[in-house]
């Protein structure tokens, strides 16, 4: 490349949507790069830096050409057998051919001939000129526009003294004022939405020392809008920019106090605002008395302000607002947004002392007036199936006061959805119930259930605190299962608009983190009895499969391996979930083990000739029909390792268990050398059937070690 100087790229819009804005940034500058390179004006070696702020996206390129490179291209025309006759001379097609390429009759001397599969085939060769910075970056700005990922399109009319009549209209995310093409100081002249490039721009509304902001060149594009335009162009800067001003308010206002931490609520006020500004704000102390919950949800949700907690994680009542303008005097702003606030809380106090007028349990039959889902029924009858599957499932545990209270929590559970403060606040179901239940006098550990009993609520949530917020956990989500997969509601591809992944992985999670003794499959079956007749398909297979699924993927996630993996899950006679653990690990010590790859692949051959044997064997050997020295070495050490093995095992030292079975090695070996094991006379062979029976059976109780086998 010559003369390669580095290029700034930037549209100038109206306010862009604030949740949208670090993607469209990232896509904005990642596309005009990737044109770039593809066409040869910049490389591997060109650094790029995307700039988003409320009313800009822009890129910033490093070493960028003021033209490509020229490139040789070799164009495969025809077989030489097509394009000459028998005398070499070029046939009508070729000369035709050639002539569609903008050449003629003179460059039939300089065709290559190369092989091409069977036949030999003419080569033109030409060299393309490189396309220039202006061609390229059209081309590039284009196809970067073209594919944003706009939330919503508007279309609006162009500011236009176009000579012909009538009104030019633009789509595009926001209407764009102003575009900038900078190659080092020289302007490129490119154009998009009706805009001609240039090198002014603008900065802060209200706080710009100029405007416009005229550009020197690509490299002073961020200092310039910093120092004249009073903008941080840069997203992450601002993002950082605003997290060092709250940390720095919430320590003068001392006792420990910090911003509450919500990583979304960050990126989308860094969307809002072009140079940050932190102030520190109060409301009224009598508004703690609400669930601070309720509060915290009122100020991010509706305000965008930043709650500030204390040591314990208490609420204070003190808050933080990032605000986009810096005046000398800030009490005019405080006070605006002190006002704004209170409306808000006191909306909040209202909801939460109108809805404890009544207590949970009166409010269950109203559930019944509430639709889940036409094919399912009501809430009231959901609620019903919930509270018979968690019976079930706390009698399991062999507990009547669990049963009681499990049984009591999934009645109440989703009361607290016909309340006025969930109405308004969605996201505060669980979390209300859990209130209210306390105020209405309910033990501790109903009222924590029905909080608990959405989690986990995604990924890396917690599990329910108790055990009868586990039971109704399962039983809340089995009976989702169930029911969405009772009328095919299955999910498909990245379509999952009921979540039944996340449900299927948290009754995964709790099975095994909880180490429950429960076996899935009898869950899923108790599950679908709560139905009565209202489903006529039994699901009850298809949803064990998705299940096992589920669990395979957790258990890839914490950092075994497919084969890993489906040796412990396919363990011979595997029911509780709650020993998988440990029969990772205890697989994984086995894999290392010099003697590991030849059992696996004994184990794989026992498998296949149980499989095709017409005999089915049982696990049963007897001393006396073991004729070949092989086989009665082979039994001999089962003798001595299957009893220490089995032993291990029930002491639940999985991995001792599985790595005595190395000792079985050589006599494994030496049998398959030795023994015919499809001996012609029956019961020598029924009995060297049952020898392999009893030693697969052995060897899969941890983990069904054919997994292993390459």
Request: with cysteine.
């Amino acid at each position: 490349m010559h003369n390669n100087k580095n290029l700034l790229v930037e549209l100038f819009v109206e306010e862009l949507p604030p949740k949208a804005l670090k993607k469209l940034g990232d896509a904005f500058a990642g596309v005009l790069r990737d044109q770039l390179v593809a066409q040869g004006l910049a490389d591997a070696a060109s650094v790029l830096t995307a700039f988003a702020s409320p009313r800009r996206l822009a890129a910033h390129l490093t070493n960028v050409a003021v033209q490509a490179a020229d490139k040789a291209v070799s164009q495969k025309l025809m077989p030489v057998a097509v394009g000459l006759d028998a005398a070499g001379n070029a046939t009508p097609a070729l000369l035709k051919k050639l002539g569609a390429l903008g050449a003629d009759a003179s460059a039939v001397a300089g065709l290559k001939r190369a092989p091409d599969g069977k036949a030999e085939a003419l080569f033109y060769e030409s060299t393309v000129t490189g396309a220039t910075l202006a061609e390229g970056l059209q081309k590039a700005l284009a196809e970067a526009i073209a594919k944003l990922p706009i939330p919503k399109v508007m279309s609006y009319q162009l500011e236009t003294n176009c000579e012909l009549p009538g009104w030019s209209s633009v789509s595009f995310v926001r209407p764009a004022h102003g575009l900038v093409a900078l190659h080092g100081s020289d302007v490129i002249a490119v154009e998009a939405l009706g805009l001609k490039s240039g090198r002014d721009t603008h900065g802060h509304r209200f706080e710009a020392k100029l405007d416009p902001v005229v550009l020197r060149d690509a490299d002073s594009y961020a200092q310039q809008l910093a120092d004249e335009g009073a903008v941080i162009a840069g997203f992450g800067m601002r993002r950082s920019e605003i997290a060092r001003q709250l940390a720095a308010a919430a320590a003068k206002v001392g006792g420990g106090a910090r911003p509450i931490e919500d990583d979304a609520l960050l990126d989308e006020v860094t969307a809002l605002v072009e140079r940050p500004n932190v102030l520190t704000c109060a409301f009224e102390s009598e508004f703690l008395a609400v669930p601070q919950e309720c509060l915290i949800l009122t100020m991010k949700a509706n305000q965008k302000y930043f709650p500030l907690v204390d040591a314990q994680d208490k609420l204070t009542n003190r808050f933080l607002v990032v605000s986009n303008i810096t005046p000398d005097d800030a009490s005019a702003v405080i006070e605006g947004n002190e006002r704004v606030v209170r409306p808000r809380l006191a909306d909040a106090k209202f909801f939460f002392d109108q809805d404890r007028k009544k207590s949970l349990a009166s409010r269950v039959e109203s559930l019944g007036k509430v639709v889940y889902h036409n094919k399912l029924g009501t809430q009231g009858e959901r609620v019903t199936r919930v509270m018979d599957i968690a019976r079930a499932i706390a009698e399991k545990l062999g507990d009547a006061k669990l049963a009681a209270q499990a049984t009591q929590a999934a009645q109440l559970a989703k009361a607290d959805l016909v309340t006025d403060m969930v109405g308004e606040f969605p996201e505060l179901q669980g979390t209300m119930g859990r209130y209210y239940a306390l105020h209405d006098g309910l033990d501790a550990a109903v009222a924590d259930a029905i909080e608990d009993h959405y989690k986990p609520r995604f990924a890396g949530d917690t599990l329910p605190r108790g055990e009868v917020g586990v039971v109704v956990a399962l039983a809340d989500k089995l009976e989702t299962l169930v029911g969405m997969f009772g009328i095919g509601n299955l999910p498909t591809g990245d379509r999952d608009p009921f979540a039944l992944r996340r449900h299927a992985l948290g009754v995964v999670r709790m099975l095994v983190e909880r180490a429950l003794p429960l076996h899935y499959y009898e869950l899923t079956r108790l599950a679908f009895e709560a139905f009565g007749p209202l489903l006529a398909k039994d699901p009850s297979v298809e949803l064990d499969e998705f299940l096992v699924e589920r669990l395979k993927g957790y258990l890839k996630d914490t950092g075994h391996s497919v084969s890993e993996v489906d040796a412990a899950v396919y363990a011979r006679k595997l029911t509780e979930w709650s020993s998988l653990p440990k029969r990772l690990t205890a697989v994984r010590a086995f894999a290392a083990l010099p003697e590991a790859p030849a059992l696996a692949a004994a184990n794989k051959r026992i498998g296949n000739i149980l499989k095709k044997s017409p005999e089915a064997a049982d696990a049963h050997v007897s001393e006396v029909l073991l004729q070949e020295p092989a086989e009665k070495a082979l039994f001999a050490a089962m003798q001595q390792v299957v009893p220490a093995a089995d032993a291990r095992f029930d002491a639940g030292d999985y991995t001792a268990s599985l790595q005595s079975l190395a000792a079985l090695r050589a006599p494994v070996d030496a049998f398959f050398d030795g023994v015919m094991v499809n001996a012609e006379q029956l019961d020598l062979r029924l009995n060297r059937l049952g020898l392999l029976k009893s030693l697969h059976e052995a060897m899969n109780r941890v983990a069904q070690l054919e997994r292993l086998a390459t």
